[in-house]
Structure formats: C-alpha cells, structure tokens
C-alpha cells in the first residue's frame, strides 16, 4: 500500500479481473511525465491508494501475472481531493469492453447475459469509414439496407424485426422519430468515441421503440488536461468527386473539458442526380464542481441535402426529387455521487427533426390511359429477379396532379429522465428510475402531441463472481395504448474461469428473456380505425361507444436467447454461439374495409371508414442463430468473422396482398405480394443468410484492414404498376434481391507522430449489387486522405523540450 492520508491529492480504486473477482497483489506504477512517482500492490480487496498527490496530470500502469498489462493514460488528479479509479485487467489480448447499454450501468461485458457489441473510436479510425452504418455491418444479427449511395436512406433491422423497432440513443438520450423510425444515412463518425448495440428488447431501461433492439452513441469527450488545446484536421477525397473534411478543437482544463467537432461532406455519387451534402457539428463540454458531481452538455446538429432519383433499375431515368433535412439533439446531464455506493443522474433532452421531400415537376413521358388525366412513364427496362424471373416493359414513374409536391415530417421529442443506483455491498446493485417525454410533431396532414411516462425498477446480482442475474420490471404510461409492463431478466453462468496456462480459456453460459413494445408513429395513429372514426364526428363518436372501439395498440415483442461464449487459446480467440427466438405480435397494418371486417370489426364500423384504417393485425416470427469468432494472431494481427441466420415467417396477416395477392400474367399461379408479404413468407429484407469478415493488421506506424460483408437473397417487391395500373412488372417476391458480397481495403501510415495518410478502396470486387432491390451501390470507389493531430501535452513539451 502506498502513501497514508496526506495534504494533496490522492488516488484510490480497486483491480479487478473482467468478472469481477479482485486481483491482490497487483503492481501499480504512478507516472508523471515519463517518470515513476510511486509504486504499490493492491492489497487482499484488491484496491490501492496513492495519496499525498500534487494535482495534475498522470499515468497509471496496472500489471499481474497471467492478465494483459493496462496503462491508463492522463489521469487527472485534482489538488486536496480523492480521485477514485477502479481498474479491469484483461485475461490475454483480447479486449474486454465495459458497457453501459445492457444495464444502465458500467459493467463489463464478461458479466452480461444478454448480446452487446461495442464499436470503438479506432475502429472508425482503422477501417476509415464515414458513417456509422458502415461499421454495423459486421455486427453479428444485423442487416443494413440503403437505398442507393451515400445519403440514401438507410435503414437498421436487428434480428429479423422492422426497422423501427431499434432504440437509438446519444449519450442516453432517444433520438428515434416519433414511432421510432430512425435514418442512418445522416449518422456520420463525427466525434463518436463509441457505439454500443444491443440486440436484445430492453423496454425495461428505454421504453417504447426498444423492440428488438438498442443502439446508443457516446459522444467523445476532451481528455488531455494541458495548456495547449488538442487540435485536429482531416480531409479525404476520391471517387464521384468525393470531399470530406473535418477540424476539431479538444482539450481539459482545471475542472472543465471540451470536445468540438465540425465535419462536411460532399459527393456526386454514382447515379445521376444523386448528390449528397452532410454538414455536422458535434460538442460536449463537461464541468466538475467536484470529484463526486458531474455536469455534461452534449450538442451535435447535422444538416444534409440529396438528389434521389429513385429506383434507377426500375424508371430507367433518374426522377428529379430531391431530400432535405436537419437534426439538432441537445443533451444536458448531472450525476452525484452521494456515497461512494449511491450514484445519481438527472438528463434533459431536446431532439428537432425535420425532414422536406420534394418533386418539383413529373418525370417521364406522359401517358393517359383511360382519359382521367396522364401518369408518366419510365423508359423501357428489363428487371431480372435474384431467383430467376425477369419481366420488361415500362412502369409508372410519377402519377398526374399538382406539382411541386412536398411531403414534410417535422417532430420534437423532449424527455426529462432521472435514476438512481444503489450498491449492498460489492454484490448487488439496484437501479430504479423515471422519464417524462413530450412529443409533437406532423407527418404530412398528420399532426400528435403526446405525454408519456416511464417507471422501472432493476437489479444486479454477483454472486462470487461466477453467476450474474440481472432482472428488472418497466412500466409505460403511454398517451395512445395507456399503461403497459415489460419484464426481463438475463443469466449468465461462468463454467469455467480463463487461465492464461490452460489452451481452453474461460466458458459462459447466457440466458435471455425480455418483451418490447413500439408506440405507433405519426401516421399509424392518424390513419388508426379510432382516430379515423373520431374525426367522422358525432357518428364516430357513437360508434366508438357502441363497438368499444380502443386507441390503436403498441407492436410488441417476446424475444428468448441462450448463448455459449468459450475463450481459448491461451486467450487469444474467443468463440461466441447464440439460439433467439423473437415472437412480433399486433403490428399495425393499413386493412382496407373489407378486410377490417375478416378481421373481425363490424361491418357498420368498416363502412364508416372512407377506405380502411391502421389496426393491430399482424404476426411474424423470427428465429435463428448467430455464430463470431475473434481471435489475436499476434505480431499485431487480428481477425473476426460472423456467419448469422435468420428464419422469419409472416404468420398472420390481414394487408390486401395476403387476403388478395396480385398475378403476373407471366407467371401464372404464383401468388404475388405487391406491397406486404404474404402468410408464410419471409417478410421483405429480411435475409436469412449474412456473414462478415474482418482481418485488421497494426504494426508499429502502419494499419491495413479488409473488411467484408456478405448478405443472402432477400425477399422484396418491385412494387411496380404497368402503364395500365396492371401487374406485369411484378416478379415473384421469393428471393428476388439478389445477394452480395462486398469487400473494402484500407491503409494507414503515419509518417510522423502528429500525420495520419489514409487511402480506401471500396468494392474490391467491383460487383454490382442492390441493397435495396432496384437501387444500385456502388461499383469499385477509391479515397484518400491525411489525419493531422496537434497541441496536447506532448505539444506543450515539445515548446519546452
């Protein structure tokens, strides 16, 4: 133990392995500048004090046999107060994260029974990518669908669920549009430092739009306490006159810190009139009155603009719509800690979206049919079917009325949230909170304006640290569907411990159960058979009462998962195998009036409706497996590959194509979903196969990474009408998007401490592929670019040196 209760600062914490079993004995070396100040060994609790300190800045050196060495670097220690630093040493190289999503808690992921992936800051920086989407990609359970290139919207599905069922949070906050839609396409690496994906419901912790699913993005924060601001520059260009740039301002002083990021980019892309802009701005300033309080503000606001000219392989010719939209997220956050084992936050949030679709005149030739005005046509095009069928002829690009046309979505989510977490001892921790959030906004014609309500109640328990419970209870006070509870509870069971002596490592068994629920978006409620019979008045009304016609009701799901994780190789790889199973009941479809009534509303209140309404009717399951594999090939290289399959069945469904599909001619007695799905298929992009690959090397000044994702044949539609609103241009929706393989290459020098070269090839194989059946990716693209980092401690000893 080093150093008694002194004048000065001091430093104090506890060395644990990844499960939480204390390492006495530890050696733990304190530097300043390069040189050591003080030594000392953890004692039997495994905790040290280093006390008697002068406040400044710090290195912090953790070693013991048979674990990974950890240096922590720029530890602040303030004067007369008590820094207090628990430190995790891994078993082997294999990197441990510790993870904040799955609990609301810090916890390493080695104690989680539920699925968590952690992307870092330098895996943005290694593979140089530009958005968020593109390092989601090698997530096992994953599949991202874009529309076209950069800018086109992109779209998340976690385990065979919709794409609107993935929570999306920045540093805690939700971001999600009302109803949960999010686009990725405008998500770029600006200022992230990390992402953390869960691919389990956790209504629990986040409420509605927690489905399947939660994402959330941590904002880098300043951490170098020196005079000199770290100062930051990068700019690439390439292909379809690609130019990024980006500058950044970072830095800690005294009991502030601060991070400020500004980043364009702008591209031609690929396709005609598919031009892109994305201006983002991120912040996060912090301020410490104290070493147990903490006040964060957290800014970042993205503007973009985009030509779409819509599905290409389709039209033939490029459509002249164009996309404009801005977001600006604000988060404001305290934590206390009371006590050492009581810990406090309160978070305010605001998050304005507005997006504007325009298309300023119709495109293609004018063609009047049955004399009620003309649509217009695309040219003639020939589409081929990854399984097989193919049609040709022309299909209908724009319809006839006034023109421009302008959709607008503009929603404002602002939610205040509080939770409090209390520690019995060094085995159990119980977290209990509230969140309050204002929503309002329109779709359209559509307008809401909600007030919702969310209590939960959670615990964790170690027990020796070998078994890890965690089981929690929330509660929804929704203004649409009204009270609603969501339970959970995750096991995960250590086998056997890692021994660095032993080939085969450690082994953990996982068990998950959860529910999750969605609230309906704007257009889901608005268009819902109660709204729609409220606006018809006093008959409505009487309807209603008459019928006991309810509020359209929340998507739900009931997700299960067992997993094994087994390390081995002296620690140097780690095997993880995972069973789910995700039942998705009452999702809401538009029926129209003859189908309300084969679902069973009464016909009087079918024939209300002026042609259907949005009610809760559909079932599809899915269920699969996940296999990854990582593995440390020393000498700085590693490797990851994951294989996921994904069986999902539509099971019940009541849309106008499952009751009655459409017939291609050409294709007689296949049945046809034009828009949905029918009963018993897959539902559309949801691929049952998906693989990824990555190999990265790091050596000394050079990096290089190949990167691959490989995707099955997913089923879709062309959701295409003829010249005559006929069925000719629809294929058989089995398999129809072809699948993909798609590998990238990058390389990074640093020529000097402070420069960064980068160069990137995307699309080695030069394949073309859709995302998005009838929407074209990219070909083989290149960029290149330059990192340069100045300013620092290493800056201000430099001017000294």
Do not use: C
Not at 101 to 114: D, K, N, S, Y
């Amino acid at each position: 133990f080093a150093g008694q209760r002194a004048p000065g600062g001091a430093l104090e914490g506890r060395i644990t392995d990844p499960l939480g079993a204390v390492l006495p004995g530890a050696s733990i070396v304190l530097l300043r500048d390069g040189q050591q100040v003080a030594r000392a060994s953890a004692d039997e609790s495994g905790r040290y004090r280093f006390a008697g300190l002068a406040g400044g800045l710090y290195d912090l050196r953790v070693e013991r046999e048979g674990f990974a060495p950890r240096t922590i670097s720029n530890v602040f220690v303030p004067a007369n107060a008590v820094r207090v630093l628990d430190v995790m040493l891994s078993v082997g190289p294999l990197r441990e994260e510790i993870v904040v999503t799955a609990t609301g808690t810090e916890v390493p992921r080695a104690q989680l029974g539920a699925s968590v992936a952690v992307v870092e800051e330098d895996d943005f920086r290694r593979q140089a990518k530009v958005h968020v989407l593109e390092l989601l990609r090698l997530i096992p359970g994953l599949h991202v669908a874009q529309t076209g290139g950069r800018g086109g919207q992109a779209s998340l599905f976690v385990r065979g669920g919709n794409s609107s069922f993935t929570k999306v949070l920045l540093d805690g906050a939700p971001i999600n549009q009302i109803g949960g839609f999010f686009d990725f396409s405008t998500l770029v690496g600006t200022q992230i430092e990390r992402v953390e994906v869960m691919r389990n419901p956790n209504s629990v912790l986040y409420g509605s739009d927690a489905t399947s699913g939660v994402l959330q993005i941590f904002t880098r924060r300043g951490r170098e306490h020196a005079r000199i601001p770290v100062f930051g520059y990068a700019i690439e260009g390439g292909s379809y006159r690609s130019l990024r740039q980006e500058v950044s301002l970072s830095g800690a002083a005294r009991a502030f810190d601060y991070a400020s990021s500004f980043s364009r980019y702008d591209t031609d892309n690929h396709l005609p009139h598919h031009a892109y802009h994305n201006g983002t701005y991120a912040g996060n300033f912090g301020w410490q009155p104290s070493v147990a309080s903490e006040v964060r503000l957290v800014l970042r606001h993205t503007v973009m603009a985009l030509g779409v000219p819509n599905a290409l392989d389709f039209y033939g010719i490029p459509d002249d719509s164009t996309m404009r939209g801005r977001e600006t997220y604000v988060v404001l956050s305290g934590r206390h800690h009371a006590m050492r084992r009581w810990q406090n936050q309160i978070r305010f949030s605001s998050v304005h979206s507005m997006s504007r679709f325009t298309n300023p005149a119709p495109t293609g030739e004018p063609f009047d049919p049955f004399g009620f005005g003309p649509v217009y046509l695309g040219a003639p095009v020939t589409i081929v079917g990854g399984n097989g069928f193919r049609v040709s002829g022309r299909a209908i690009l724009d319809f006839g009325g006034v023109y421009p046309q302008t959709f607008v979505t503009d929603t404002v989510r602002q939610s205040l949230f509080a939770q409090s977490d209390v520690s019995v001892g060094e085995a159990f921790t119980g977290t209990f909170g509230f969140r309050y959030e204002n929503e309002r906004g329109r779709s359209g014609a559509q307008r809401v304006a909600r007030n919702n309500f969310s209590y939960f109640l959670q615990g964790q328990y170690n027990w020796v640290a070998r078994l890890f419970v965690t089981a929690g209870v929330g509660i929804e006070d929704n203004a649409v569907f009204g009270v609603d509870a969501n339970p959970r509870v995750s096991l995960a069971y250590v086998l056997r411990r890692g021994e660095t002596s032993s080939w085969w490592n450690e082994m953990k068994l996982r068990f998950y159960f959860g529910t999750g629920i969605k609230e309906p978006s704007i257009f889901q409620e608005g268009s819902s058979l109660f709204a729609v019979l409220r606006r018809l008045g006093e008959s409505g009304e009487a309807l209603i009462a008459r019928f006991r016609i309810a509020p359209i009701g929340p998507e739900r799901n009931r997700s299960f998962e067992v997993g094994l994780d087994q390390n081995f190789g002296w620690n140097h790889a780690r095997l993880s195998l995972v069973l789910f199973h995700n039942r998705f009941e009452n999702v809401i479809e538009f029926l129209s009036r003859s189908a309300l009534v084969q679902l069973g509303v009464p016909a009087e209140v079918a024939q209300a409706t002026p042609f259907g309404a949005n009610v809760n009717a559909q079932t599809f399951r899915a269920r699969g497996a996940e296999v990854e594999l990582l593995a440390d090939l020393g000498h700085g290289l590693m490797a990851r590959g994951s294989y996921t399959y994904v069986d999902a069945k539509i099971l019940r469904s009541f849309s106008s194509d499952a009751l009655r599909p459409s017939f291609n001619p050409a294709f007689p007695g296949i049945p046809i979903g034009a828009f949905a799905p029918l009963v018993g298929a897959r539902p559309f992009q949801r691929p049952p196969h998906v693989g990824s690959l990555l190999l990265g090397w790091a050596r000394s000044r050079w990096s290089a990474a190949v990167v691959g994702s490989f995707v099955g044949r997913r089923d879709t539609s062309t959701f295409l009408s003829d010249p005559f609103f006929g069925p000719s241009m629809l294929l058989p929706n089995r398999n129809l998007n072809p699948g993909y393989q798609k590998l990238d290459v990058s390389l990074s020098v640093r020529p000097h401490d402070r420069l960064t070269l980068v160069a990137v090839i995307e699309n080695v194989l030069n394949q073309r592929y859709t995302e998005v059946f009838g929407y074209p990716a990219p070909k083989l693209n290149f960029r290149v670019g330059a990192r340069l980092n100045w300013g620092g401690v290493a800056a201000w000893r430099d001017i000294f040196r």
